[in-house]
């Protein structure tokens, strides 16, 4: 079993900042692919950024430019960097991770979502 567990999310300002974090734990052999998904309410859940181990990072159009990805690797953890936010940037973020286990079965996991809202 792998469990991701997401922190970092709030209520913050029109034009504000904040850093959503994610550690992967579990039987884990490798990591292939971390990142963030988000869904607001009514709308379906869309891909917001990921990042492959030793790939560029993916970027959805609607995020460019204000929002940044990392990895930390020898952590099993990955963040998201959230700048110049948008009231329209409000939804539950979810941590994404696409995971080769110690059985050697691919994995594609979720963390538990953590509520980011932007007020204008």
């Known amino acids: 079993q792998v469990q991701l567990v997401e922190s970092g999310g709030g209520l913050v300002q029109d034009g504000g900042s904040l850093r959503l974090s994610c550690v992967a734990s579990g039987s884990m052999l490798r990591i292939n692919s971390m990142g963030w998904y988000r869904q607001a309410p009514g709308k379906k859940r869309e891909l917001v950024a990921t990042k492959i181990s030793g790939g560029s990072p993916y970027y959805a159009d609607s995020v460019k430019g204000r929002f940044v990805i990392s990895r930390e690797d020898d952590k099993n953890t990955v963040y998201l960097q959230m700048n110049s936010l948008k009231p329209e940037d409000t939804a539950v973020y979810y941590c994404?991770?696409?995971?080769?286990?110690?059985?050697?079965?691919?994995?594609?996991?979720w963390g538990q979502g953590t509520q980011v809202t932007v007020s204008s």
């Open positions: 994404n991770a696409e995971v080769r286990t110690t059985t050697w079965q691919t994995l594609d996991s």
